[in-house]
């Protein structure tokens, strides 16, 4: 009795906690994140592409919110700050900037032009400072290749199976040859990365899920 009372009481407490924290604590947070750096990666866009199948395969442009990448650091406070941060579909470059305050090197690609366009605006006018370089391309995820060296691919639920089949296919030579791991947001696609041969190394089960894989190469035949 006592134990059904408690759950219906966190019931209870749980809606209007998620309310304020949706509409009031997150977007302030945002907000402030962005007047700190001067950037604006808040304002919601529209996705400007002329692909129309990688259109309806993608997700619409939303900042991950800045309590997800505080969890996923935290996860990854013991990676080298040499490791290549790889944002695929990075949008206005939110995650990209938070990133850079740890790694050295820091690559957003989007296929939405007015996107990176606004990516490249905010690091015009970012006035954090930056450890060492960030760059955002014009880039499918479907058609990028991954460079030569040990990379921590960051994904905030970009795309569905469909590109991340893709993604993962053209780019399986890079996963054998460097020990780089997907950060993964939302990862409404893990099935299809086990199935891939990648292992879960972590999962810290934020709203959203957050998730840390690397490729099991003993489960590749
Ligand atoms: C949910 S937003 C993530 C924004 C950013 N990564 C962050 O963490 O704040 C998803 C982004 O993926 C991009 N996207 C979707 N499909 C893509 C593709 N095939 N290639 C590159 N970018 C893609 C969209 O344009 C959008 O900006």
């Known amino acids: 009795m006592i134990e059904l ?21 997150r977007p302030f947070i945002s907000f402030r994140f962005d007047k700190t750096y001067n950037i604006d ?21 939303q900042a991950v919110p800045i309590k997800y990448l505080e969890i996923l650091f935290d996860l990854l406070q013991h990676d080298s700050p040499y490791t290549h941060f790889i944002d695929i579909g990075c949008g ?21 032009k007015n996107l990176i366009a606004n990516a490249q605006e ?19 995820a479907s058609l990028y290749d991954l460079p030569n060296e040990t990379s921590l691919i960051y994904l905030y639920n970009p795309f569905d199976e ?36 990648f292992t879960r190394e972590f999962k810290h089960n934020a709203e959203r899920g ?3 894989y690397s490729l099991d190469k003993s489960r590749i035949y």
């Open 92 to 112: 206005k470059g939110r995650a990209c900037f938070y990133a850079s305050q740890k790694y050295k090197q820091v690559t957003g690609i989007d296929f939405s």
């Open 122 to 140: 905010n690091l015009k006018s970012y006035s954090g400072t930056i450890n060492g370089k960030i760059i955002f391309e014009l880039r499918d």
């Open 210 to 212: 957050i998730s840390i």
């Open 41 to 61: 990666t808040r304002s919601s866009a529209s996705i400007n592409c002329d692909d129309k199948i990688a259109l309806s395969h993608a997700t619409y442009y």
């Open 162 to 197: 469909y590109v991340l089949r893709k993604f993962i296919k053209r780019n399986m030579g890079h996963f054998l040859n460097y020990k780089s791991r997907i950060a993964y947001i939302n990862d409404v696609c893990h099935d299809f990365l086990i199935k891939c041969g």
């Open 5 to 25: 009372l408690k759950r219906k009481f966190c019931t209870i407490i749980k809606i209007p906690y998620q309310i304020i924290n949706n509409f009031i604590i």
